[in-house]
């Protein structure tokens, strides 16, 4: 579950302006005028109850959980070698001193709809995958709100999207279409049904908050429905629908400081996950377009020295060689500001864009080089695995967004020389951590401070600041103030780094 952003802007007007807008122009009125706002209005009814729809959609809503066998190394024998070995065996192997894994069982729960009456089912793919390295998923099990239970089959997954094909055994069952989500606007009436926290069958309402929200990940499918409707854990896999039982996107992610809902969820649009099941229900492998390339942000500083429009292009920061880019002639330093025609933009980014090109593809890029435009024509590659895009350094594919000290999303602790950003559950899955760890990440970090010296880096967490939970930038600012008050020198961080153990670091404060 990954991360999402917010924008504010100011106007002045002056005295003059003021006075002009006492006489507004002849046959223009305000947007809500009595009168002119009941076309607009909701359907009678619409607000005041939604059970005829949620008695028609709920029995095509499942709960998907998994058996999963995750296997744990043992501590060894601290008192291995001693008089004492024989009184404390339970440690690895008792004398030998050698640590022998254990085998544990684990399990997952969340949610999925049925697309068809012959039993295909889908869901979202970190429902139905291993939750540790180690772990191994030995069932799905599909339970319908008549309590029926199926083992599923695993037809096809597709990690980068975060999205996976079911199939169980059953006939004339209900099942729900995919709508068009292209037509959905900001305002609208939604319905997610899900199973939050294993409760069951659950249903909440709410709008569509914003669309073609971007959270940071980067990828083809980085563009999401947001939606004040209550997704919690476990919601997951759950189709959101609109006023017309259409499911118009599939609720994957929130955004929350504290675990629960916050009235920030994001769910991938119909229309960008239709084409990936029919995919999938072929049993073919989803492909995807790569040029090779490492991009970050363009901010107003760049903007201005590049003499870029505001919100326009993005830099080359990484070519890998051998790849479209480096064939084509792209150089670090070249901003990209169109692929095909299309304007890279916020909304609309490069790794968006490249991604939903074909394989194959020549397409030409509108590029600034030394303050002049130029156009490149690339041919496409193919997108390497997710594994494999996460072994390469830096970039957009490491799970975490480019620092960009003017973007809203990411502050600065500059006291101790980073830059934060709240810990989500897609992010903590890419940095190999567990989804339910709660803190910040470290997105850049200041090489001539403390933290530096004492080996902070990109993508650590930072779980408490002197014993303080951190969930959010603001917290750990707090924190800093506080222990200046108070004549302190130094903060104690609490450290997590993928897999190894939580760690403290004290850091200097500047």
Do not use: C
């Not at 009125?29 to 005829?52: H, L, R």
């Not at 959609?57 to 744990?72: D, H």
């Not at 150089?331 to 194959?360: E, F, H």
């Not at 809203?408 to 903590?428: E, W």
């Amino acid at each position: 579950m990954r991360y999402a952003y917010a924008i504010t802007g100011a106007l002045l007007l002056s005295g003059a302006a003021a006075a002009m807008t006492l006489q507004p122009p002849v046959g223009q009125v305000a947007q809500n005028e009595p009168g002119t706002i009941a076309a607009a209005a909701p359907k009678a009814g619409a607000p005041m109850s939604f059970a005829d729809l949620v008695a028609k959609l709920q029995p095509a809503v499942v709960n998907i959980s998994t058996t999963q066998r995750v296997t744990m190394q043992q501590p060894a024998n601290p008192f291995s070698g001693t008089p004492f070995g024989d009184l404390f065996g339970q440690f690895g192997q008792g004398q030998g001193g050698n640590s022998a894994p254990v085998t544990r069982e684990a399990q997952s729960l969340g949610s999925g709809f049925i697309i068809s009456p012959d039993g295909y089912v889908v869901t979202n793919n970190h429902v139905i995958a291993a939750g540790a390295k180690g772990a191994t998923v030995e069932s799905i099990k599909v339970t319908l709100t008549d309590r029926k239970e199926y083992t599923a089959k695993l037809i096809g997954r597709d990690p980068a999207s975060d999205l996976a094909l079911l199939k169980i055994e059953a006939k004339g069952l209900p099942f729900v279409k995919f709508g068009d989500s292209a037509r959905a606007r900001v305002g609208d009436w939604v319905v997610a049904i899900g199973n939050p926290f294993g409760l069951g069958s659950t249903v909440t309402a709410g709008i569509v908050s914003a669309l073609h929200r971007v959270t940071g990940q980067g990828g083809a499918y980085d563009r999401f429905i947001q939606t004040d409707a209550s997704i919690n854990q476990g919601n997951s896999g759950g189709p959101m629908f609109d006023l017309n039982g259409n499911v118009i996107g599939i609720n994957s992610q929130i955004l929350s400081p504290t675990g629960g809902n916050v009235g920030i969820g994001f769910a991938i649009p119909a229309e960008e996950a239709k084409p990936i099941i029919d995919t999938l229900m072929k049993g073919v492998a989803v492909k995807r377009g790569y040029l090779g390339v490492g991009i970050q942000a363009v901010t107003d500083d760049m903007a201005a020295a590049f003499g870029l429009p505001a919100n326009q292009g993005e830099i080359i920061s990484r070519i890998e060689p051998g790849e479209g880019a480096d064939k084509a002639g792209l150089k670090q330093g070249d901003v990209v500001v169109r692929v095909g025609g299309k304007d890279v933009t916020p909304d609309q980014t490069l790794s968006y864009l490249v991604a939903n090109t074909p394989p194959g593809t020549r397409v030409p890029l509108e590029i600034i080089r030394d303050g002049k435009r130029q156009t490149i024509t690339a041919l496409v590659g193919t997108r390497p695995s997710e594994e494999a895009l996460a072994t390469l350094n830096g970039g957009d594919d490491d799970g975490l967004p480019e620092s960009d000290p003017q973007s809203g999303q990411q502050a600065s602790a500059s006291a101790l020389g980073l830059s934060v950003q709240p810990l989500t559950p897609n992010i903590a899955r890419s940095l190999n951590i567990d989804p339910t760890t709660q803190g910040v990440v470290v997105v850049d970090v200041d090489q001539s401070s403390d933290a530096a010296t004492k080996g902070l880096q990109r993508g650590d967490v930072i779980l408490s600041a002197n014993r303080v939970p951190t969930r959010t930038a603001t917290d750990l600012a707090g924190v800093i103030t506080q222990a200046k008050a108070a004549g302190r020198t130094t903060v104690a961080l609490l450290i997590q780094r993928g897999k190894n153990p939580a760690v403290f670091r004290a850091v200097k404060i500047k």
